[in-house]
């Protein structure tokens, strides 16, 4: 059964028809084409599709498209602004070889976002437990970490 | 994933209703969902209804109620707000060592207490340090509400006492008397995103000014079908005098009436091994937390 919902996507509002078993995954990539967010395991243990809901990081394929009625929705296609600049946490992951195969990069750099949002400095004790449920089969993790803790110093630059 | 209805009742009278409206047995409530929405999608089963709880706007809260002392744990408070609450980060240190250690960041900014209650896997853990804190809950079915303790609560894997179409509305633990603290160690290969291979926890109470313990829960998960009170381990403490000889003697005794077993995620024997070390580290660190709220 189709349920009416209203939403806010990268800053822009929406209305859309979605079937009640649609994830949140099935509809960002299947029906309004934003592909950057990834399906990896499908049952909420990896990451991949790290989708950030209300300021919350949450795992965008165990969570129904009907429960965004009403929310905020930002997915790595939102960061960058409009003139396709970067934003700061991707750039510091560019910059910081904390991409190799770049399949987990939009859900680590969704992880980050939510942590970087809440706590301005965090400590590499912060960055790893926010960064728990997110696996990443290339880097090894250390080149990820170096990534955030280096976007504190790009945040501060910016700000 | 199969097909279904999504509904979104504003109350728990209206849930319920809804529950019944139907009587194909094809309802299901969900919370949070991470668990719900796997196993329809795993096809363990294809409601055609959902009834979901996250647009009821109460038994969302941690509070403290003014009359009892009693702490109340909302059945649709997250992981992640149990993990953040300074409440229980300061005053119930046992919750806050299981709740941090639940799936991700992800996973607790969606799963419920109540949600993982309600499941009864052998290894969900979270219920282990309310156990101990003597908690029970208050559901609400058709009949109007009933609490259960919280360690009967649980029948077999996946079974609990709830009633068809009862709904657990909160949990409630009982204001502990002074000089308590507890301690719960998940034990795992790593260190995020595991389920335990076996869990401990332990609450002490001592007598002021002494290190005489007056009452003790000791609960173990992972080491039965359901969560466990090691009773001769908590017996051999009562009344005498806390120290690290002594926890070692209850963890052997914990570790002998454990019903653990060989299974994929870690032999008898190891179990067996870590609930005897654990329960005297935990134990060591509870009285820890008890000499720290004096000072």
């Given amino acids: ?159 | 994933m199969s097909q279904f209805s999504y509904l979104t009742p504003k109350t728990i009278e209206e849930a319920i209703s809804m529950y019944f409206e139907k009587s194909d047995k094809k309802s299901i409530y969900m919370a949070g969902g991470t668990d719900v929405l796997l196993k329809i999608k795993e096809g363990k089963f294809s409601p055609n209804r959902i009834i979901s709880l996250k647009h009821v706007m109460e038994h969302n809260t941690i509070k403290i109620d003014p009359e009892t002392g009693n702490l109340i744990i909302g059945a649709f408070v997250t992981h992640r707000e149990l993990e953040t609450s300074n409440l229980i980060r300061q005053k119930y240190k046992i919750i806050h060592d299981a709740a941090k250690n639940i799936g991700s960041i992800q996973i607790r900014n969606v799963a419920t207490v109540g949600g993982n209650l309600v499941n009864a896997v052998p290894s969900a853990d979270s219920a282990i340090p309310l156990i101990t804190l003597d908690s029970f809950v208050r559901v609400m079915g058709r009949q109007g509400q009933r609490n259960i303790d919280l360690i009967d609560f649980f029948v077999a894997p996946g079974r609990t006492l709830l009633k068809s179409g009862e709904i657990l509305l909160d949990i409630i633990i009982p204001k502990p008397p002074s000089f308590t603290a507890g301690a719960y160690k998940k034990f795992t290969r790593r260190a995020a995103m595991e389920l335990p291979i076996v869990g401990i926890g332990i609450t002490v109470s001592l007598e002021r000014n002494s290190n005489i313990c007056n009452k003790v829960r000791i609960c173990l998960g992972v080491a039965g079908p359901t969560p466990m009170r090691a009773l001769n381990a908590e017996n051999f403490l009562i009344g005498k005098v806390i120290t690290e000889a002594l926890l070692n003697e209850a963890g052997c005794l914990a570790s002998s009436e454990s019903k653990v077993r060989d299974s994929i995620r870690g032999k008898l024997w190891h179990r067996k091994e870590l609930i005897k070390v654990f329960v005297k580290r935990m134990g060591m660190l509870a009285i820890e937390r008890i000499k720290l709220q004096k000072s």
């Fill in chain 1, 1 to 159: 059964m189709p349920t009416k919902i209203n939403f806010t996507l990268n800053g822009e509002k929406f209305q859309k028809d979605v079937e009640d078993n649609w994830t949140l995954l099935y509809l960002l990539r299947e029906k309004m084409g934003l592909i950057g967010t990834k399906e990896g395991c499908g049952s909420g243990e990896c990451g991949a599709c790290t989708v950030v809901v209300d300021g919350k990081a949450v795992n965008a394929c165990i969570y129904l498209s009907p429960e965004i009625n009403n929310r905020e929705v930002i997915t790595i296609e939102g960061l960058s602004n409009k003139n396709g600049d970067l934003n700061y946490i991707q750039q510091s992951f560019i910059d910081n070889g904390g991409i190799q195969c770049g399949f987990c990069t939009p859900g680590m750099i969704m992880s980050s976002k939510a942590l970087l949002d809440e706590i301005n400095d965090p400590t590499v004790e912060n960055i790893k437990h926010a960064l728990s449920g997110n696996i990443c089969r290339c880097t090894g993790y250390s080149q990820i970490i170096d990534s955030v803790i280096a976007a504190k110093t790009y945040k501060k630059q910016n700000q």
